[in-house]
């Protein structure tokens, strides 16, 4: 059984498991899409008529699925080797607060939704269609990106923060400028948070506009700095892609120039690099790379026995054979 378990922990969570595995991970990605897909069309009112009876049993099929999937995903969390240490039970309760559990529950909502309420609601249609965030787990840029919200949540919260504390302050300057002149649109800072909040962004639809020439130069300066405030929250997830690509490509150097120390190049080691590449999202070429500058600086010493005094010495080189030759 715990074989068993860890097969399918090879399968779901390791994207392994052979040709079996390769076509239950693509029938699970098509699915996704399929789910995303059918609850775009389906806002269509024709075509959800048409196609009702073909909907109804679609998302009953997609329910099972995604059902047995969640369990599965339970049951095998205790594979997980980074928390050995914890008992079964426990594993399996942190797997189930973790962000992509959580989405797993969610995608299989509208089943224990629909006993309460009608399937058409709009709000098990939105439901439905977060099951497309369940694609991260077999997109390598999805789960970079998710890295990168994760490591600079706490900047960007405060960016955020802070932007939406100057919009406020934006909506209470232009009420108190253009209130009177134009009550419909600022007679008051929640009206004014519509025009506050698209100048700040640098979207400015231009359907609400200052009037007055304090007011048009209060929108100037608001404008400016919106140009600056926009950009923090760009730059800082540029910065994380980038801090976090080095890091994988440092973690993958890492496993790369230890497999070389111990000299092990056997066809298993090669399987087990490319795994971890693949996990780590890194690309051939860059592994290729990393490969080449290691050979050139990991040396590993070597013990040699002289065939002529027989005494030992040892040199120092790039793994694979040794040939010594000598001067004729």
Not at 14 to 38: M, S, T, Y
Not at 51 to 64: C, G, P, Q, R, T
Not at 200 to 226: H, K, N, S
Not at 230 to 243: H, N, R, Y
Request: contains cysteine; hydrophobic residues 45%.
């Amino acid at each position: 059984m715990q074989t068993f378990r860890h097969y399918v922990y090879s399968i779901l969570e390791e994207h392994d498991g052979g040709l079996i595995g390769r076509i239950i991970n693509i029938g699970l990605i098509v699915l996704i899409v399929a789910n995303v897909l059918v609850v775009v069309f389906e806002s269509e009112k024709e075509f959800a008529h048409h196609y009702k009876n073909a909907l109804i049993i679609f998302e009953y099929v997609s329910l099972f699925v995604f059902s047995i999937e969640y369990i599965l995903r339970i049951w095998i969390a205790p594979e997980n080797t980074e928390g050995r240490k914890k008992s079964a039970l426990k594993q399996r309760l942190h797997y189930m607060v973790t962000p992509m559990a959580i989405i797993d529950l969610i995608a299989i909502l509208p089943l224990l939704l629909g006993f309460f309420f009608d399937g058409n609601l709009l709000v098990l249609r939105m439901i439905r269609l977060i099951r497309g965030f369940k694609i991260t787990r077999y997109s390598h840029s999805m789960a970079l990106l998710m890295e990168v919200l994760k490591r600079e949540s706490a900047t960007l919260f405060s960016t955020f923060f802070i932007l939406g504390t100057l919009i406020i302050l934006a909506a209470t300057g232009i009420h108190l400028v253009e209130g009177d002149q134009q009550p419909e649109e600022f007679g008051s800072i929640p009206r004014a948070l519509w025009w506050a909040t698209v100048t700040l962004t640098t979207i400015g639809y231009g359907d609400v506009v200052p009037m007055t020439t304090l007011g048009r130069v209060f929108g100037g300066l608001i404008a400016i700095l919106g140009i600056s405030m926009a950009a923090l929250p760009a730059g800082i997830l540029a910065s994380g892609f980038s801090t976090e690509l080095n890091r994988r490509r440092d973690q993958y150097r890492y496993h790369v120039a230890k497999f070389l120390e111990e000299g092990d190049v056997k066809l298993s080691a090669i399987r087990k690099l490319n795994k971890i590449r693949q996990k780590l999202g890194i690309s051939k070429s860059d592994a290729q790379i990393i490969m080449y500058e290691l050979k050139q600086e990991v040396k590993i010493s070597s013990e040699i026995v002289c065939p002529h005094c027989h005494k030992p010495f040892y040199i120092s080189h790039p793994p694979g054979v040794i040939k010594v030759a000598r001067d004729e």
